[in-house]
């Protein structure tokens, strides 16, 4: 079995601990940090530690694990920068990784033959293909009951085969404790298109319709689900149409979601060494 090729290459912080605002790269499987007192390095690494710490299976109760088994931040005036509890934090990741692995691929994909590649049969030739890079960006702001982190909004950037680039955004609502999932408007047309179980017209899907019949709910950690409201339709089969849209859309968000999650999670190689 061929080891997976997906890892964590970048994180951008900010207003967290020393920093307003930073991005750094891990450009090989083990890295460095190097630098002066005080110069961030703690910092950089508490970051990966507390998603790592907040991802893992072990936490069952909290969106943002500030205190844990492998570190312990406080509550949020502690690890937000200048202790301003005004202040969002938002943790940005960047995950590389061969097209293959990075792709989503279900009913939209053609059938193929799976075959290994020999390298030393000259016979089989590869056709190289850049590595694809996603991206997740979490925000937290505070919570004034608990005094700590609350989940404000998630954005990812996935791969979809045949379809190409998706962006996803997860909005928490104002006054209420449910969150809006959106996406792009062009991927809701391209699953109508293609899917052969979703007929409806385009027409009356407004941004508002679909903005809140995707409305996804947290349940503990940074575990969502899909929530039904009442039939916007007269009609039973519009109804059902737009219900396994929004299923669709929330399947291909909930698996970029895990897929990134489980790889801050198990990649602990990743994690580097404090000098």
């Known amino acids: 079995m061929l080891q997976s090729s997906l890892r964590l290459t970048r994180i951008n912080l900010k207003n967290f601990k020393a920093f307003d605002e930073t991005s750094v790269s891990f450009p090989q499987k083990i890295n460095l940090i190097m630098g002066e007192n005080s110069s961030g390095k703690s910092s950089i690494i508490k970051s990966i530690i507390a998603m790592k710490q907040t991802f ?60 290994e590649y020999d ?10 293909e850049r590595p694809l890079s996603s ?12 005094s700590q982190a609350r989940l404000k909004s ?11 680039q998706a962006h996803f955004h997860v909005e928490r609502a104002k006054t209420r404790s449910h969150y809006y999932l959106k996406t792009d408007r062009s991927l809701v047309d391209w699953i109508i298109d293609n899917h052969e179980h979703i007929d409806i017209d385009k027409n009356k899907l407004s941004d508002f319709l679909l903005k809140n ?4 709910e947290k349940e503990n950690r940074i575990d969502f689900q899909l929530m039904y409201p009442s039939p916007p339709f007269d009609s039973r089969s519009d109804t059902y149409e737009l219900s396994s849209l929004s299923d ?19 990649n602990t190689s990743d994690i580097p060494h404090l000098i």
Do not use: C
């Not at 279900?106 to 193929?112: D, E, V």
């Not at 669709?248 to 198990?266: A, G, R, V």
């Open 154 to 164: 998630i954005k990812i950037i996935s791969h979809i085969k045949s379809y190409g």
């Open 213 to 216: 019949y995707l409305r996804i």
């Open 56 to 115: 893992s299976v072990t936490n069952e109760y909290e969106v943002f694990a500030a205190n844990g088994d492998y570190v312990e931040l406080g509550i949020y005036g502690d690890y937000v920068h200048s202790h301003d509890d005004k202040k969002d934090i938002t943790f940005g990741f960047e995950f590389h990784g061969e097209k293959h692995e990075q792709e989503m691929t279900r009913w939209w994909s053609s059938s193929h033959f799976d075959f």
């Open 135 to 146: 991206l997740m960006e979490i925000t937290y702001d505070k919570d004034y009951k608990t």
């Open 119 to 128: 390298p030393e049969d000259s016979s089989e030739l590869k056709e190289y």
């Open 248 to 266: 669709e859309l929330f399947d291909m968000f909930n698996e970029s979601l895990k897929k990134m999650l489980s790889i801050l999670d198990s």
